[in-house]
């Protein structure tokens, strides 16, 4: 133990700060990769059971192996490159996916102290990343060389757009609330049981969150950008292989990225319903983000596919005028220190 | 020392994207060349404790105008030949404009305006809100800028979506709401048909 210790006080102090990071980025990363892993089994067996089947349980206990089966299957799976497509971005655009869907992960706090970077402008920071990812679509659409793919970036780059605006005037609903950008301070604005969290007096934003959030990771009822039985599998039609598992891990990891921020800004985060009864914990946080997660699946298994004029309806016509009201309502309230919550 | 090294990184990079935006030929290149140069500016931008500005630029430059712009030249049907016929064409303009540009800013950043006489700037505290110091002189110092330009930009989407929009004759328009109004009475007429009976 010594010896470790002498090691690392010889060494110098970027290079300390460095491991240090890393390590814990990899508290954060690594985890998160064995939740998408069982979440792809979890969707595969909720739908399963809603649709009366039984989903995979061949490999290992009542088929707890089989993200893992997937997993090696993409691994020795050859990566084909098309041939006349962009040889150097069909490769770049899954890690240009992947990158910006991990990167938002940095400022989440996990509780009032667990947080890799308690940055000021958080919320900002997570709305920038998220709209990073939209160019892996487009440019795996492009590079592919292939008019399914292409077709597919079209719309994704149309739809990501038209609800990152009403995505983000949700947010500044939150702002006005909170009055401010860090996430850790918006939870521990909602301090106070359950009247106190943010989804009473911001219930249509809520809403308006939760369905461009739906929106921006490119889910059923919205996945025109992949879209099956209109253009085969959109934008990654041509990946196979890792490639094409980098893109599913970072729609999945965005996901979960979604569900997250919805138990953080609208549902208080780690903070308890009832704090005279039970504690604050993490838990809390998990089980939240967990029944959002649910959802995700549960559209998937509900509604049919939006046509595509339909989608930028709902985003145009009526996802950002309600938005829009509401900020107005919102500073009525503001100005008139109305409830407890603008007091 | 870290932070020189990073400003040095990033600067490089920002100059070399910017330079190969102009000068590789795949218009779609290009496009992400400009997409980088935004990207790299905003972490010298982060380097200077401008953290608004910087997510700003990557929010609204990155996010979403590169986007739109990407979008467009990805439709195009492009001629690598005939651009580049253009490139000699257009270079005395192009000089021109670049010659002006060089003027106006070596004017003003040699101006007394931009000439800082404060010393060395500090670094300022942890605690420091770059958005919440931005929000504030935005509303009170600066209103009536702020609002002329927001009033500015609203007339600049009006006159856009003017331009753009008409109707032409043979395009068949659907109406969704009328489409979401429909119920199954509309559509479907059920028939009670009896039976027949067994012999």
Redesign the interface.
């Known amino acids: 133990m010594d010896f470790l210790t002498s090691i690392w006080e010889w060494l110098h102090e970027?290079v300390q700060y460095t491991i240090f990071s890393g390590v814990k980025s990899l508290t954060i990363l690594l985890p998160l990769f064995i939740i998408v892993a069982y979440y792809t089994y979890a969707e595969r067996k909720v739908i399963g059971y809603m649709q009366t089947r039984k989903g995979p349980n061949r490999v290992g206990p009542k088929g707890l192996f089989q993200p893992f089966a997937d997993m090696f299957k993409l691994m020795f799976k050859e990566i084909i490159i098309p041939t006349n497509s962009n040889r150097y971005?069909f490769i770049i655009a899954p890690v240009i996916t992947f990158a910006p869907a991990m990167a938002a992960w940095a400022v989440i706090p996990f509780n009032d102290t667990l947080v890799f970077s308690n940055?000021?402008?958080g919320l900002?920071?997570i709305?920038?990343m998220t709209?990073?990812g939209?160019?892996g679509v487009?440019?795996a659409g492009?590079a592919s060389n292939s008019k399914y793919a292409?077709l597919g970036?079209?719309r994704s780059?149309?739809q990501?757009?038209a609800y990152?605006i009403a995505m983000?005037f949700a947010l500044v609903g939150v702002l006005m609330v909170a009055g401010s950008?860090n996430l850790g301070e918006i939870v521990g604005q909602q301090a106070g049981g359950i009247s106190r969290w943010f989804f009473i007096p911001l219930l249509p934003l809520f809403f308006v969150y939760l369905i461009s959030g739906v929106a921006e990771t490119n889910r059923a009822p919205f996945d025109v950008a992949e879209g099956e039985s209109e253009i085969v599998a959109g934008f990654h039609v041509e990946y196979s292989g890792m490639t094409f598992a980098v893109f599913f891990l970072a729609e999945y990891a965005n996901m979960i990225l979604i569900a997250m921020l919805c138990s953080l800004m609208f549902f208080g985060g780690w903070l308890s319903p009832v704090p005279e009864l039970v504690d604050d914990s993490i838990g809390w946080l998990f089980g939240k983000t967990a029944v959002f997660m649910l959802l995700f699946l549960w559209f998937r298994a509900t509604f049919p596919r939006y046509r595509y004029?339909?989608i930028m309806?709902l985003g145009w016509k009526v996802l950002l005028p309600v938005t829009i009201l509401w900020l107005v309502v919102e500073g009525v309230a503001v100005y008139f220190e109305i409830g407890p919550w603008f007091a | 020392m870290?932070e020189t090294v990073i400003f040095y990184v990033f600067a490089v990079a920002t100059v070399v994207s910017a330079t190969a935006v102009v000068t590789v030929r795949n218009p779609?290149h290009a496009a992400?060349f400009l997409?980088l140069t935004f990207f790299t500016s905003a972490v010298i931008w982060m380097s200077l404790e401008a953290?608004?500005l910087a997510?700003?630029l990557?929010?609204v430059y990155?996010?979403?105008v590169m986007?739109?712009f990407?979008?467009v030249v990805?439709?195009l049907d492009i001629n690598i030949a005939r651009l580049r016929e253009g490139f000699v064409r257009y270079l005395p303009l192009g000089l021109l404009v670049a010659a002006i540009m060089l003027g106006l800013m070596l004017s003003v950043v040699t101006s007394d305006v931009f000439v800082l006489d404060t010393g060395e700037p500090l670094p300022k505290p942890a605690?420091?809100?770059?958005?919440k110091a931005l929000g504030g002189v935005l509303y009170t110092d600066y209103v009536f800028a702020f609002e002329i330009a927001a009033v500015i930009l609203l007339v600049a989407i009006i006159a856009a979506i003017s331009l753009t929009m008409r109707k032409r004759a043979q395009t068949k328009y659907?109406n969704?709401s009328l489409q979401n109004k429909v119920r199954k009475a509309d559509r479907l007429r059920i028939v009670k048909m009896p039976s027949e009976e067994k012999e």
Request: aromatic letters at 12%.
């Open positions: 970027y971005l940055i000021n402008a900002l920071y709305l920038a709209s990073l939209v160019y487009i440019i492009w292409l970036a079209m780059a149309a990501i757009v990152e983000g950008l004029d339909q309806r | 870290i779609v992400l997409v953290e608004f997510i700003a990557v929010l990155v996010g979403a986007v739109l990407i979008f990805m439709m605690d420091y809100s770059n958005t659907q969704p």
